[in-house]
């Protein structure tokens, strides 16, 4: 008999088999299971499912044997354990503070380099500046190392790779275990008060580091798609979708339909596919790249491998796929759901258990604006890019921003910038770098031009019109979180011209568990585009501690204890 846990929904119990290295969410999902909890004001139709999948959109709450407010998505799942759909408010139930022993002080711990993030360009940071003798320190928030875009078989799951895609991200998250770093996994920075004086829970208690340097390698997290029905519980990111194969080698549902834009949404409808889904339809929104084909050239000539590859992925896809088409609606119906598509030709209908969402990225740049560094708004591409150098430091000294995070340029470039940032840092603090390293740095800078100019042309090719929250209408839910829907939201925007924090005042819109990642742009730009203004650095909310959540009781203890800095 499997391994099991106990799910319960109201009076109702049943029992969930589980599959060691399987999160809370893998074995619900395998299960069937989408609705986890109800929310606050029950809006958008109550109940809530895995939504991100990365630990961002706190979607997934769940009550764990007790304690509520616990994220399915980064919860491994136990023998025994009970969990049930969160009700609302929630059990009353004090979480335990997790305070360290009262012979444990809080101590500033020094260290060359800190690096967050254990993705591509986080990982080979850290391999570089351990050949280079730096002392490091790797803070990842899951329990696998490798990032969105390696996604490793999460530990525990006796799963080979499914392709060179991840064979090569275990080598490089085995280099990095090798090299004598010291790597935290699932621990969250949650405090950036200053360069050398970064708050981090590693699980058990809060550690405050003192770097000498920082690489902040946070990678990004989708764009959202408002439309009526886009909180229900089956309606997840296609990096959602991806996470549940690729690490856990669950499916997100039988039928599956993809909406969005850019190519993972093929990659990752070819991986369901031979997982053994049907794809229902995938709404590309971009128009047919056939026009395009200037671009098409530019980007086999940067990288005639990852062209090829993505080739492939439009051939296979061809029968489902639709150009200038978008998702424009979600509604239940029975035990599924019912997408309305609309293209030029009209509209359609279509039934799937999933409907996946990729509408592009957004880069988690909050630690590098608390830290100072400035960043520039790209109106092509719609979010704010962090200014470095060509050694990938920011207007701070000693912080370097790689990968995503800084302006979305995939991880093939995130690792070469890893390596770029990690000899830079090396050398601010006295490590030069030998004869074969040097020689290694210039290939890597070479191989990074080349990266860079495949990601130009694929955003080209790719490139396609921001719907932002035209697709709403007056009852869509905009913040998530606080369940703040547009017709609120154009309430407050009618009485004169407020200011985003006033929005964010009299809504609460920005104010819940994700902080805004998903809302706030959003909201920044129809602001600007109502008041007849230019998005700038300063278009989003202000960033400030604690950067992820964290219980009241760990805080206290926090302050509770002696710093001796």
Known sequence: MPDTLTWQDGATTRAVPIVPGHTVAAALTAAGIRDLRETRRGLGETGRGLYCGMGVCQDCLV?????????????????GMTVARQSFPGPAVAPAATAPPEDVPLTTE??????????????????????????????????ALGGQYYKQPAPGLAAP??????????????????????ILRGADLWGAFAQDRIAVYDGTRTRIF??????????????????????????????????????????????????????LNLQVACELADAGAEIVAIAESAPSPRARWRDALALAA????????????????????????????????????????RSPSGETTHHADAVLLGYGFLPSHEVLRA?????????????????????AMTTVPGLYAVGD?????????????????????????????????DAELTASRKRLANHRRFQAALWRLHAAPRAGLSLADDTTVICRCEEVTKGEINAVLSDGTPTLGEVKRRTRCG???????????????HLAAMQGRAMDAYALFAPRAPVKPIAIADIIALSERVDTK
Do not use: F
Request: charged letters at 20%.
């Open 63 to 79: 009550t764990v044997d007790g304690a509520p407010n616990t994220r399915a998505c980064m919860t491994k799942a136990a023998p």
């Open 110 to 143: 020094a260290v060359d380099l800190l690096i967050l993030g254990g993705g591509a360009g986080g990982l080979s940071a850290a391999v570089a500046a351990r050949r280079l003798g730096l002392s490091v320190v790797v803070i990842e928030e899951r329990a």
């Open 161 to 182: 790779a499914l392709d060179p895609q991840q064979s090569e991200g275990a080598v490089l998250a085995a280099a990095a275990e090798l090299s004598g770093a010291t």
């Open 210 to 263: 003192a770097p000498a340097a920082v690489i902040i390698a946070a990678g990004a997290y989708e764009r959202p798609h408002p439309v009526p029905g886009w909180t229900l519980p089956g309606v997840m990111t296609t990096g959602a979708a991806q996470t549940l194969w690729r690490s856990y080698r669950v499916t997100p549902g039988r039928r599956v339909l993809i909406a969005g834009n850019g190519p």
């Open 302 to 341: 940067a990288d005639p491998v990852l062209a090829a590859k993505g080739l492939g992925y439009l051939a296979r896809c061809r029968a489902t796929l639709r150009h200038a088409t978008v998702l424009t609606r979600v509604e239940r119906r029975g035990e599924g759901l019912r997408a309305t598509l």
């Open 371 to 391: 830290l100072g560094a400035d960043l520039t708004w790209d109106a092509a591409r719609g979010q704010l890019i962090v200014t470095r150098d060509d050694d």
């Open 405 to 437: 995070c800084a302006g979305l340029g995939g991880a093939p470039a995130a690792r070469e910038e890893g390596l770029i940032a990690a000899v830079a840092a090396a050398r601010r603090l006295g490590h030069s770098p030998d004869a074969a390293m």
């Open 511 to 525: 104010m819940g568990r994700c902080q805004g990642r998903y809302c706030a742009p959003l909201l920044a730009e």
